[in-house]
């Protein structure tokens, strides 16, 4: 498996496979994560598209799965795709079988609080989420022209451990502008970082009808009550601990803004077709099992 962009998802994935006895190699874009991932026993490559080292894009036509979970960037694309003739020629005589581009709900656009399965027109409206369309188109032509079925992830917000509403309050940092902005809908899927590895899984080792799959949970909530939720584990597991006040004044401002973008994602095909059982259908099962693991409320300790 050769893993482009060994971030949250990719890791955990490298780590379930290398369980397996798999040979799992992947990119990364500075030194400090590259030591750190070498520490866990991958073979990783130092690679930023932005100004790559092209022989490392040679490198995967030795491998039989490619992941692919390098985001678009604003004004340039997909930074991978821009070295498509590159990719094309190498892999063109390479042994891969597998290549699974990792999306996002948001090519969706606003759906008006629908319920929306993978058929749904793809309507984006943010520019981002115009470039990650243009991104599954790029890396499922690329599929097709070497051979392969080409496999689109569209993921909703990714948790675990690590990442999560809990760090986020045991941080006691302020919420990011892209945490606020998506504070205020009705409907926000998000999904387990183990849940997303499960339905990975189930695609290499069995084989899978379709090219697009929604990966979320059975629980779209408001961001708002995740984190009033997580809120309670944390004052129950560790009493006095002196957490900061949640910021609803800011809430409120972003709340009349942000009302776009409505829409309850089916994961119907996910669980028909992978055969997927959730580990963590819901927020609930899945922040539990996150403060279970956590020791210290301090994080780093
Ligand atoms: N976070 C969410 O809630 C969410 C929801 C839906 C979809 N997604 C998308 O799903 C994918 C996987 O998510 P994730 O949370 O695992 O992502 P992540 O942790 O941000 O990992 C992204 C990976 O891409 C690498 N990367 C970024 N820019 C690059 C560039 N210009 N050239 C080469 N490599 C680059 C990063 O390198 P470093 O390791 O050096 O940082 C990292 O390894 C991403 O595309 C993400 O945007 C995320």
Same mark, same amino acid.
């Given at each position: 498996m050769f893993i482009l962009g060994m971030g949250f998802v990719g890791q955990f994935l490298a780590h379930k496979l290398h369980k397996q006895g798999w040979s799992v190699s992947g990119t990364c874009t500075s030194h400090v994560?590259?030591?750190q991932l070498e520490d866990m026993g991958f073979h990783v490559h130092l690679f930023n598209a932005n100004h790559p080292e092209l022989s490392i894009l040679g490198l995967m036509k030795n491998y039989t799965h490619l992941l692919v979970s390098v985001p678009p960037v604003m004004g340039i694309g997909d930074p991978v795709l821009h070295h498509e003739e590159l990719i094309r020629s190498s892999l063109v005589s390479g042994s891969l079988q597998?290549?699974?581009?990792?999306t996002s709900t948001s090519v969706y656009g606003d759906c008006s609080g629908e319920l929306v399965d993978e058929d749904y027109p =793809?309507?984006?409206?943010?520019e981002l989420a115009k470039l990650r369309l243009a991104s599954e188109e790029g890396w499922s032509n690329l599929a097709h022209y070497l051979g392969i079925s080409p496999l689109l992830f569209r993921l909703g917000g990714i948790y675990g451990p690590g990442r999560s509403a809990?760090?986020?309050?045991?941080?006691?940092?302020p919420l990011s502008k892209g945490q606020k902005m998506r504070n205020y809908r009705k409907y926000t899927s998000r999904v387990h970082v183990e849940d997303i590895c499960q339905a990975l899984m189930a695609t290499i080792? =069995?084989?899978y009808p379709r090219e697009v799959y929604n990966i979320v949970d059975d629980d779209p909530t408001p961001r708002e009550e995740v984190f009033a939720y997580a809120r309670k584990l944390v004052e129950k597991k560790w009493p006095g601990l002196n957490l900061q006040a949640p910021e609803q004044k800011e809430f409120s401002v972003v709340r009349?803004?942000?009302?776009?973008g409505e829409k309850q994602v089916s994961n119907a095909r996910m669980k028909k077709e992978l055969g997927v059982?959730?580990?963590y259908p819901d927020y609930k099962s899945?922040?539990?099992s996150i403060i279970d693991q956590i020791h210290s409320p301090f994080p780093c300790h």
């Open positions: 994560k590259k030591k597998w290549l699974c581009y990792l =793809a309507n984006p409206e943010t809990i760090d986020t309050i045991l941080k006691q940092g080792y =069995a084989p009349t803004r942000n009302r776009s059982q959730l580990l899945g922040l539990q």
